[in-house]
């Protein structure tokens, strides 16, 4: 069973950092080691819906990113440990939501695999 850990949220100042990180642990259901395409953060903010907010593939130099959060976030990828991480800059109080990381098999369209979601919670 494939799972996904997440950690680093928490209550920060607006002007502020933080680091969330996410790795995967475990293996297919064949028994065969985990493979990836892809990992990601989404985030759901209360009373919207939930938004991509960063991605990265697994097998190329490509990562992508929401307008929102252009050149205050950067996702960076561990491939030898399944994980990713998001650092998060100049916060802002929209910024505040619920993260979520995903991830993607080789072979699939969608991100079939989440984690539980940690709070990012942005003060003025």
């Known amino acids: 069973q494939v799972q996904l850990a997440e950690s680093g949220g928490g209550l920060v100042q607006a002007g502020g950092s933080l680091r969330l990180s996410c790795a995967a642990s475990?293996?297919?259901?064949?028994?065969?080691?985990?493979?990836?395409?892809?990992m990601a953060w989404f985030r759901q903010a209360p009373g919207k819906e939930r938004e991509l907010v960063a991605a990265t593939l697994w097998g190329a130099h490509h990562t992508r990113y929401s307008d929102s959060v252009k050149g205050r976030f950067t996702i960076a990828k561990d491939i030898a440990k399944n994980s990713v991480h998001l650092q998060m800059s100049s916060l802002k109080p929209e910024d505040t939501a619920v993260y979520y990381c995903a991830a993607r098999r080789v072979g699939e369209q969608d991100y079939g695999i989440w984690g539980q979601g940690t709070q990012v919670t942005v003060s003025s």
């Open positions: 475990g293996r297919a259901v064949s028994g065969r080691p985990l493979t990836l395409s892809a």
